[in-house]
């Protein structure tokens, strides 16, 4: 669905300023909340039909604002998965580590990190339970890339 691979390709827009810009929330807070309104009205509506669709209304949700919104698209993610869409994998993995960060339980993937009051960045809390192995099968790097990442994202800040 043409509307659905527009509101996508904005989100994914928004996050990928020139390499010189930071991300301007202030700007893509407003936007990221129309196309997450746009998405839900197509999901309830019935709209959704193939893998893909399922696969890009669950990347808008996973930027949406409340853990219902990241449920919603770890649920969306599977039936993509279901429908033969593999990106959904990963993000499967990573709409369940944020609906459980916002939740105030801890992640299972690894795939989530939070910087409080502006400080360094840190791999939050994680739950032990889960293996490289699942992690692989779900195209979630092993632990160890996610705790170098940690270091190279505070690098940069």
Partial sequence: MKR?????????????????????????GPRDRTRLARVKELYVQGQLRTGSDFYYAGMVLQHGDSPEDFLLAHELCIVAISRGDARARWLAAASEDRYLM????????????RSDNNG???????????????RRALEVPPLSEAKAREAVMNKKK
């Fill in 102 to 113: 916002n939740i105030g339980r801890p992640q299972r993937f690894g795939t989530q990190f």
């Fill in 4 to 28: 659905l691979v527009r509101l996508y390709q904005q989100d994914q827009s928004d996050r990928t300023p020139p390499a010189d810009k930071a991300i301007e929330w202030a700007i893509v």
């Fill in 120 to 134: 360094p960045f840190h791999l939050y809390t994680l739950d032990t339970g889960v293996t490289d192995e699942l």
